[in-house]
């Protein structure tokens, strides 16, 4: 492949080319993994690493002395015009753009299989890649770039086109939108967070008798979807008719703030479809608001919860 980009090349250019060929593929890993974490989805992650590529062998590398950071800082800029045109083009004006599952060996060709899809969530963090879609293209490539991959900003600063003070100010910014504020004291986020880690690891083993310590007995589900999912009524009361909704189900469901409190983001095949609103009295869920609406999803102040 990399041979016949080169095919008007002599001799020379050609073992060139090879050896840049063969450093490239050494870095392909890591370049794939920034381009993800900045586009969340894995199909235009590959396509901005095949542009990268296209890019390099065209100019080469004479003068390139740390091979590795220039190709980062190449990759980053393809990433950012695809963030910058996504956003242009509004091509989701309608919902959130939510990260894609990095496919692989597992699954078929009838989907992504829901085991190889969690562990990918955890791996990654489904729900920081969710939150950073609120980001401005800036924001989400100075963040990663310097808190994920360790660039300094004077690196980081040519690809978004500021200065060094300025991309640490759209780092900063963005850091303070991923990690959310909560509008309640410490222990209360513990304490909720305890309580929604019991209720997800209940859902997803099907444990019923779990799900119903959790749950306020007099607990309240609601949706304002149209069509709400299937087995999802508009309305449900108590803790016996909402556990059977939730119990072998939420194997996608990561934790995270909402609003200031802690809920549930919902992302099956890594788009996200739901967010739940959680309400807690006396160490129990007393009522879960189900948010489906593309836009209200659009609307929600979300944040990545740590621990």
């Known amino acids: ?8 090349m002599g001799r020379d250019d050609h073992r060139g080319l090879d050896w840049l060929a063969a450093r490239f593929e050494e870095n392909r890993g890591h370049l794939r ?3 993800y974490r900045m586009l969340g989805s894995l199909s235009e992650a590959d396509d901005a690493v095949q542009e990268t ?6 100019v080469g590398t ?9 190709l980062t800082a190449v990759v980053a800029r393809v990433s950012l015009d695809h963030l910058r045109t996504r956003k242009s083009r509004r091509e989701e004006a309608f919902g959130v753009r939510s990260p894609e599952p990095a496919a692989g060996s597992a699954g078929s060709g009838d989907g992504i299989d ?21 980001l401005t293209p800036a924001e989400r490539i100075a963040f990663v770039l310097h808190d994920t991959f360790a660039l300094s900003f004077e690196e980081i600063a ?3 086109g500021r200065t060094p003070t300025a991309a640490r100010q759209l780092a900063s910014r963005a850091r303070r939108r991923v990690q959310g504020t909560s509008a309640l004291p410490e222990a209360d986020v513990h304490r909720q967070r305890e309580v929604v880690d019991a209720f997800l690891a209940a859902a997803r083993g099907g444990d019923f008798e779990a799900l119903l310590t959790v749950l306020d007995p007099e607990v309240v589900f609601r949706t304002e979807a149209v069509s709400p999912s299937p087995g999802w009524p508009n309305e449900a009361h108590g803790a016996t008719v909402v556990a059977k909704l939730f119990s072998g189900r939420a194997v996608l469901a990561r934790r995270a703030l909402v609003n200031g409190a802690v809920g549930v983001v919902v992302a099956p095949q ?3 479809a739901v967010v739940l609103a959680l309400t807690f009295a006396e160490g129990k869920i007393t009522e879960i608001h189900a948010v489906t609406d593309p836009e209200r999803l659009q609307a929600l102040d979300l944040g990545v919860l740590e621990g």
């Open 53 to 58: 590529w296209l890019r390099v062998s065209r």
């Open 33 to 35: 993994a920034v381009a």
């Open 158 to 160: 040519p690809i978004v």
């Open 62 to 70: 004479e003068g390139v002395q740390n091979l590795g950071g220039w």
């Open 270 to 272: 890594g788009r996200l």
């Open 1 to 8: 492949m990399y041979r016949e980009m080169g095919s008007g």
């Open 114 to 134: 829901p085991e190889y899809e969690a562990l990918l969530a955890d791996s990654i963090g489904l729900a920081l890649l969710v939150v950073l879609e609120k």
